[in-house]
């Protein structure tokens, strides 16, 4: 983490006083963040409210947690310009981001937020967030379909990580993934004969899909 990231440097620019000055008004008490006093050069963030000696230095940022149905036929973009894209659809007043994808045909849980935190939490892979999936293919399936699938199947010239698989029904079966290859699942299954008909993501680490129809969301 650099000194542009402290509390420090926030007040030497935004108060234009030296270094000595701001690390007094710290030492102090003088100093609040989203109104609890601090009295160490702590990290800030971009939406953390800053008073300074009572004086509101910056209002920050309300966060905005939204987890939302996408429908099938919508492309994963707030780009005007591409056809069915999330903007033309959703009606949120709020400026959000997507955290991750869902390819057009698929659809099911996304997540939409302005904290760029979630983002790198819940894509990075070390932080192995599971996405859970119920999938449809064009034919039945069987125990070794569904122990291949589980044991890594090689796509893109590399072989995916072990992962939970388990039958639904004859033609669906359940799915548990950490990785993000672009349309796994789906390259997965033609690797393997099949031809997935519904992908639907019913799960983001904790949140939850849940009662949701297509187009609508909750804050969560």
Known sequence: MTFRNRL?????????????????????????VNDEVVRENVVVQTHDRILADN?????????????YYK????????????QDNLRAILNFPEDVFHVGRLDKESEGLLLLTN?????????????????????????????????????GVTILG????????????????????????NRQIRRMCYKLGYEVTRLLRVRIGDILLGDLKSGEYYFY
């Open 115 to 151: 904290d760029s935190r979630v983002f790198d939490k819940t894509l990075r892979q070390e932080h192995k967030t599971e996405k859970e999936y119920i999938v449809t293919v064009d034919k039945m399936i069987d125990e070794n379909f569904i122990n291949t699938m589980a044991n």
């Open 55 to 67: 004086q509101i230095v910056r209002e920050g940022k309300r966060l905005i947690y939204v987890a």
């Open 8 to 32: 420090q440097y926030f007040l030497v620019k935004h108060l234009r006083i030296s270094n000595k000055q701001a690390l007094s008004m710290i030492l102090e008490g003088l100093v609040s």
């Open 158 to 181: 590399k072989t995916t990580l072990p992962c939970h698989v388990e039958i639904v029904d004859d033609y669906t079966f359940k799915i548990v993934l950490i990785q993000g290859i």
């Open 71 to 82: 429908p099938r036929g919508i492309e994963t973009t707030f780009n005007t310009e591409i």
